[in-house]
C-alpha cells in the first residue's frame, strides 16, 4: 500500500459519487421491516400533549411528548431550543442496550467506536469534534447526573438504571459546571420514590455472554425517606482469536451497583445522596493487523493473509481497572419563584496496571544480528484520578424571565505511569530502543461562573442570552526515565524532569432566539462559543516537547425546527450548524523553546471548521406501529494546519484542507417496533433498526491506509410479554450480518504495519426479565 492524501475537492467529488447505494437500500429494506424506534424517540419520560389531541378515529396514535432536562430544568423536547437526542428506557430494554457504544450509529452526529483500551475507557465525537486520547481533557463533556465526569478513562459501563440519555449538540457551557466545545452527554439516573418498584433481568447468548441485572426502590420511612439499588454484572467471552496466546481476547468481564437516598423532609427541601463504583477486569484491547508477521525478523519481516478480528499479540491480558464516587445534591425553594441547589460530588478511579499492546504482532527478532524477541510496540500504564467538585446553582422565574445561573469549582489530581515503547528496524540501529517511562501528575483548579436567562417577549417569542467566565489553572510535574526490558530504571542521556504551571481565562457567551411559529412547529436559531481548557503535553518523550498547549476556542452558528404533523403522528426534526473553530488541540511540529528544534507534542491547528445538518423523524401511524428514521451530514476541514508532522523546516506536513479524524460524512439510521396483532394472551413485539455511516479517516493526514470504509449493522429482536405485565421473555440479535470492520485504522511504527479495533462479530443474546 502507499500513502495518498487527495485534495479536498476531491475528496469531496468522491464523496457525492461514493454515495451509499447499498446504505439506501439497506435502510429502504430495514422500514419495510414492521416498525421502526430509534434511540433519540423514547417511550419513557413522555407525557401526553392536550394542546392537540389525538385523532378520535382510533386508527393512529399520537407521538408523545418527551420531558428533558437539557436546560437544567424540565422542558418539552418539541420546545427546547437546542439540538438534543435522547434515549429512555424503552429503547435501552427493547434494543438490549448494555453500554454507550450499543448507541453507535443511532443518533444523527454522534461518533462512538465500538472499541476501546477497556470497556470503561469510551471516546465520544460531536459533529466531527472529540479526543481520541483518553488521558487528556474531552471535547464531548460526560455528566453522571449533575456529575461532571474529566476524563474519557473509566467512564459509564452500564445503563442498568438510567431513566434516559440525554445527548446535547454544540458547546455547552452557560448551563452546565463545565465547558465543552463539542457538546455533552448526560447519564440521567432514576430518583428513588415511595412507590415499591423492583425490576431486573438475566441473559445468556453467544460467546458466553451472561449479563445480570437489578434495580429496586421504595420508601424507608414513608414521607420522609426512599431509597433505590441497582446491581450489574456483564460479562462475555472475547470477540478476537489470538493464535499466539491460543485464546479470545477483547473479553468483557465488570461488575457495579449505584446507591441513592432521597430524604424529604418538607415540601421545599430534599436531599439526594449517591454512592456508585464498578470493577473492570475485562482485558485490554488486542488489536487486529492488516498484515500479521508470520516469519522472519522485524527487519526483514514475512507477511501473512489477513484474518478479521483476528490478534498475534504475544502479552498475556492484565486490566485491573476501578471507579468509584459519592454525591450530594441539596434542593431548597425559597419561594415559589426561586430554588437553589447545591451539588458536591468526590471520584476517583485507577488503571492499575494494565498492560496493552499496540501492534497486534507476536515477539520477533529484532534482525538476524540482534536476534532478542521484541513486542513492536508494548505498554505498562498505572493511572490514578481522584477530583472534588462543588456547584452552587440558583434557578428563578419571575413574569416573563426564567434564569439559571451558579458557581462551578473543580479540583482534580490525575497522575500516569506510563512504560511504553515502539521499535522499529528503520531506525538502523544495531540493537532496539530502550522502553521509556514517562510518569506526570497534572493537578487542576477550575473556577466558574454562569447565567443563562430567557426573556418570553411574547407567548411565541423568546429571547436568551447566556455566559459564562472561567479560570482554570494547571501544575505539571514531569519525568522521562528510560528502562531496561523488565522495567529497570537505567541511566541515559535522554531522562529529563520538568514542572511547569499556567493558568487560562475564558469568557464564553450565547445569544439566542426562539419561535413557535405555531402549536406544532417551534425555530430557533443561536451563536454560542466554547471552550477546551488548556493544559501540558502528558505524552513528552523529552524535555524539549514537554511544552503547554492552548486552550481550544468554538464559535457555533445554529439553526433548527421542531415540528410535529398529522395530528401528531408525524415528527420531523432538523438542525443546521457551522462551528468555527480556532486552536484546535492535535499532535504537531513545533519549535521548542527549550532547544529551539521541531518537536512533535502536543499543541493546537490554528483554525478548522465543520459544518452540516442533522435529521430526525418519527412516525406513529397506528396504536402499534413506531417507525422513525435519522440522517446527518457532516463536512469537516483542517483550514489552516501547516506543520502536522515533520522533524525539519524543509519536510514539515500540512494538512491543509483535509478532512477531521473519525468524521463519517453521512450517518443514516432506521429503527422500529411493531406490537404483533396475535390472538396470544398477553403481547409479541418486534423491534429492529439499521444504522450505516460512509467512510471516514482515522489520522489527521488522511492516509489511504488509515481510511475506514463505509459499514452498515443490522440489529432486530422479539419479546414477548405475557398477559399481567410483568414479565418479558426477548431474543436480540447484534449486526445479523456478522459484518467485521475496522473502527480505527493506525499505523505501528514499521513498514507496511496497518492495525486497529475491530467491531463485535454476530451476537445473539436471550432475556428474561421482569418488573414489578
Given at each position: 500500500m502507499t500513502a495518498s492524501n487527495p485534495t479536498a475537492p476531491e475528496r469531496s467529488a468522491r464523496a457525492f459519487t461514493r454515495f451509499p447505494r447499498k446504505a439506501l437500500l439497506l435502510l429502504a429494506g430495514a422500514s419495510l421491516l414492521p416498525g421502526m424506534v430509534l434511540a433519540d424517540t423514547p417511550n419513557v419520560a413522555t407525557k401526553a400533549d392536550t394542546s392537540d389531541p389525538t385523532p378520535q378515529d382510533g386508527s393512529a396514535s399520537a407521538v408523545g411528548d418527551i420531558v428533558v432536562t437539557a436546560t437544567r430544568r424540565e422542558s418539552k423536547l418539541q420546545s427546547t431550543p437546542v439540538a438534543v437526542s435522547v434515549l429512555g428506557q424503552g429503547e435501552i430494554a427493547a434494543h438490549n442496550t448494555i453500554t454507550a457504544r450499543d448507541l453507535a450509529g443511532q443518533i444523527p452526529g454522534f461518533f462512538i467506536a465500538q472499541s476501546g483500551i477497556t470497556p470503561s475507557t469510551q471516546i465520544f465525537y460531536i459533529r466531527g469534534i472529540g479526543n481520541s486520547d483518553p488521558i487528556f481533557d474531552p471535547s464531548v463533556a460526560v455528566y453522571l447526573d449533575d456529575t461532571y465526569l474529566p476524563r474519557a478513562i473509566n467512564g459509564m459501563?452500564?445503563?442498568?438504571?438510567?431513566?434516559?440519555?440525554?445527548?446535547?449538540?454544540?458547546?455547552?457551557?452557560?448551563?452546565?459546571?463545565?465547558?465543552?466545545?463539542?457538546?455533552?452527554?448526560?447519564?440521567?439516573?432514576?430518583?428513588?420514590?415511595?412507590?415499591?418498584?423492583?425490576?431486573?433481568?438475566?441473559?445468556?447468548?453467544?460467546?458466553?455472554?451472561?449479563?445480570?441485572?437489578?434495580?429496586?426502590?421504595?420508601?424507608?420511612?414513608?414521607?420522609?425517606?426512599?431509597?433505590?439499588?441497582?446491581?450489574?454484572?456483564?460479562?462475555?467471552?472475547?470477540?478476537?482469536?489470538?493464535?499466539?496466546?491460543?485464546?479470545?481476547?477483547?473479553?468483557?468481564?465488570?461488575?457495579g451497583g449505584r446507591f441513592k437516598l432521597l430524604f424529604t423532609p418538607s415540601s421545599k427541601f430534599k436531599a439526594l445522596i449517591t454512592l456508585d463504583g464498578t470493577v473492570d477486569h475485562s482485558s485490554t484491547a488486542y488489536y487486529t493487523p492488516v498484515r500479521p508477521i508470520i516469519g522472519g525478523t522485524l527487519a526483514r519481516p514475512v507477511y501473512g493473509a489477513y484474518q478479521p478480528n483476528t490478534s498475534y499479540a504475544s502479552q498475556a491480558p492484565l486490566n485491573k481497572s476501578w471507579t468509584s464516587g459519592a454525591s450530594a445534591k441539596l434542593s431548597y425553594e425559597i419561594d415559589p419563584h426561586l430554588t437553589v441547589h447545591a451539588i458536591s460530588s468526590l471520584r476517583r478511579f485507577a488503571q492499575d496496571p494494565v498492560n496493552y499492546n499496540n501492534d497486534g504482532q507476536p515477539l520477533v527478532p529484532y534482525s538476524t544480528s540482534a536476534p532478542q524477541l521484541v513486542s513492536i510496540s508494548d505498554n505498562l500504564i498505572k493511572y490514578h484520578e481522584k477530583e472534588f467538585t462543588q456547584e452552587l446553582q440558583l434557578q428563578g422565574q419571575y413574569g416573563p424571565v426564567d434564569f439559571t445561573g451558579g458557581l462551578f469549582y473543580l479540583y482534580e489530581d490525575f497522575s500516569s505511569d506510563r512504560i511504553g515503547y515502539v521499535v522499529s528496524a528503520t531506525a538502523a540501529s544495531a540493537n532496539p530502543a530502550n522502553p521509556f517511562d514517562q510518569i506526570g501528575d497534572t493537578k487542576t483548579h477550575n473556577y466558574a461562573a454562569y447565567l443563562q436567562g430567557n426573556w418570553h417577549a411574547t407567548n411565541r417569542l423568546t429571547i436568551t442570552l447566556g455566559g459564562r467566565y472561567s479560570t482554570q489553572k494547571r501544575q505539571f510535574t514531569f519525568a522521562g526515565i528510560t528502562t531496561d526490558f523488565n522495567g529497570n530504571p537505567i541511566s541515559s542521556a535522554a531522562n529529563f524532569t520538568y514542572q511547569g504551571s499556567k493558568v487560562w481565562r475564558n469568557f464564553t457567551p450565547k445569544v439566542g432566539l426562539s419561535y413557535q411559529f405555531a402549536p406544532t412547529i417551534f425555530g430557533f436559531v443561536s451563536v454560542a462559543k466554547g471552550v477546551d481548557a488548556g493544559g501540558y503535553n502528558n505524552r513528552a518523550t523529552s524535555l524539549a516537547s514537554a511544552l503547554p498547549y492552548d486552550q481550544e476556542t468554538v464559535t457555533t452558528y445554529e439553526a433548527g425546527f421542531k415540528t410535529d404533523w398529522l395530528g401528531h403522528r408525524l415528527r420531523i426534526n432538523a438542525t443546521g450548524f457551522y462551528n468555527d473553530y480556532r486552536n484546535l488541540q492535535a499532535t504537531a511540529s513545533v519549535i521548542s523553546p527549550v532547544n529551539n528544534t521541531l518537536v512533535s507534542a502536543r499543541s493546537n491547528a490554528p483554525k478548522a471548521h465543520t459544518a452540516g445538518f442533522e435529521l430526525e423523524t418519527t412516525a406513529q401511524p397506528t396504536s402499534r406501529l413506531t417507525a422513525n428514521a435519522n440522517a446527518s451530514y457532516l463536512l469537516t476541514r483542517y483550514d489552516n494546519f501547516p506543520n502536522a508532522g515533520g522533524t525539519t523546516a524543509a519536510n514539515l506536513i500540512s494538512v491543509t484542507g483535509n478532512q477531521l479524524p473519525f468524521s463519517p460524512r453521512w450517518q443514516l439510521s432506521g429503527g422500529g417496533s411493531w406490537r404483533l396483532p396475535l390472538r396470544v394472551p398477553g403481547e409479541v413485539s418486534l423491534n429492529a433498526n439499521a444504522t450505516y455511516e460512509t467512510s471516514y479517516f482515522s489520522d489527521v493526514y488522511n492516509y489511504a491506509q488509515a481510511r475506514v470504509p463505509a459499514q452498515a449493522y443490522l440489529n432486530a429482536g422479539l419479546s414477548y410479554t405475557p398477559a399481567g405485565g410483568h414479565w418479558t421473555l426477548s431474543v436480540t440479535g447484534k449486526n445479523l450480518t456478522n459484518h467485521i470492520a475496522y473502527q480505527s485504522i493506525t499505523w505501528g511504527g514499521t513498514p507496511s504495519l496497518w492495525l486497529g479495533p475491530q467491531n463485535p462479530p454476530r451476537t445473539v443474546v436471550a432475556k428474561i426479565a421482569f418488573a414489578y
Open positions: 459501563t452500564d445503563l442498568t438504571d438510567i431513566e434516559r440519555v440525554e445527548l446535547l449538540r454544540g458547546p455547552q457551557g452557560t448551563l452546565f459546571g463545565q465547558n465543552a466545545a463539542a457538546g455533552a452527554i448526560r447519564y440521567i439516573t432514576k430518583t428513588p420514590t415511595e412507590k415499591l418498584t423492583a425490576k431486573g433481568d438475566v441473559s445468556y447468548g453467544s460467546y458466553n455472554t451472561a449479563n445480570v441485572h437489578g434495580y429496586v426502590s421504595g420508601a424507608l420511612i414513608p414521607g420522609l425517606l426512599s431509597a433505590s439499588l441497582a446491581v450489574a454484572h456483564d460479562q462475555h467471552e472475547g470477540y478476537t482469536w489470538n493464535p499466539t496466546l491460543n485464546r479470545r481476547v477483547n473479553d468483557q468481564d465488570t461488575t
